[in-house]
């Protein structure tokens, strides 16, 4: 698995369900494996996501309470289908638990677990439970397209810019510090959000079916990385893709905390991953449409689709966005 990588094994296992899931109405499947969620007609359009959370992997309970890991575990579902331009409506969760688990840890989970769901406006209607080596939080999203239907990332168009919502690299800022035998600068405590971000992260629930509405024609949550996500936009569309580091929002304290970690702010914060905003391709003339859609959260200018070349920008050079963010296996 290491030689392959994990965007290896998505690409092998898109192929070999591709016969079983091929679109059309004698499946009932409108979009299959390849974007943040699924289609399917089931009547209704019906959009379905799944991810899955492994303690020492994408949570760590030496930083992060089981609370924190129960909402994040609702939260990155939520993104998934926000970048749809859709809504959550019903989650089933699956938890694999060790053992030796106090009750009271699986409580706290849980707690985190219905809050997310309140936040995001969706019910929690079934799933399973089983014994694991480390907890396992397993959740399985359903939900439906907002009213300008599903966007995919494969819609950017020749011209369109590259946006993003939000702020960048506060995650990955806030875990490398909490994992940290110290923090000279107090960095954690001047800029708390950093450690927010991480434990806690904001599904941009609303913005995403706004922004469809107003005029994106492609979109991603950012959660392997701006970069990297970026690019898949780029590849599934068939276009090119420079990014403007100069352009790129950085959070308040990663510049900070990537000159302690002897980082260049700006491509630390387009390659830390984690941070479930939104990227998206908007047309130049509906920029400011999608802006006031999603006001007051910030939208960002931050690179343009055309050509051919997929490379990010900085002040040292040109990295391919491929080498940048966050990836399984490697």
Known sequence: ????????LIDRLRRRLASSVAPGAETGVEIGPGDDAAAVDTGASTLLAADMLVEGIHFDLAVSSPSDAGYKAVAVNASDMAAMGGYTHYLLVSVGLPASVPVATVDAL???????????????????VTRAPVIVVSVAAAGGPGPAGVVRRSGAREGDVLCVTG????AAAGLRLLRADHDPGRLLEAFPSLAAAHRRPAARIAAGPAAAVAGATAMI??????????????????????????SIPVAAG????????????????????????LAMAVPPDRVAAVRAAIAPLPLTVAGAFGGTDRVFLHARGSIPLSELGWEHFR
Do not use: K, Q, W
């Not at 698995?1 to 290896?8: A, N, P, Q, T």
């Not at 702020?167 to 506060?170: I, M, Q, T, V």
């Open 167 to 170: 702020s960048l690299g506060a």
């Open 110 to 128: 849980y707690d985190g677990l219905l809050e997310a769901a309140a936040d995001c406006g969706a019910a929690i209607v079934g799933g399973d």
């Open 254 to 277: 990663v510049a900070d905390a990537a000159t302690l970690l002897g980082a260049e702010p700006a491509v630390f914060a387009a390659s830390g991953g984690d941070d479930y905003e």
């Open 221 to 246: 949550d950012v959660s392997d990385g701006f970069a990297r996500d970026a690019a898949h936009i780029a590849e599934e569309s068939g276009l090119g893709l420079v990014v403007d580091a100069s």
């Open 1 to 8: 698995m290491s030689d392959l990588g994990e965007f290896g």
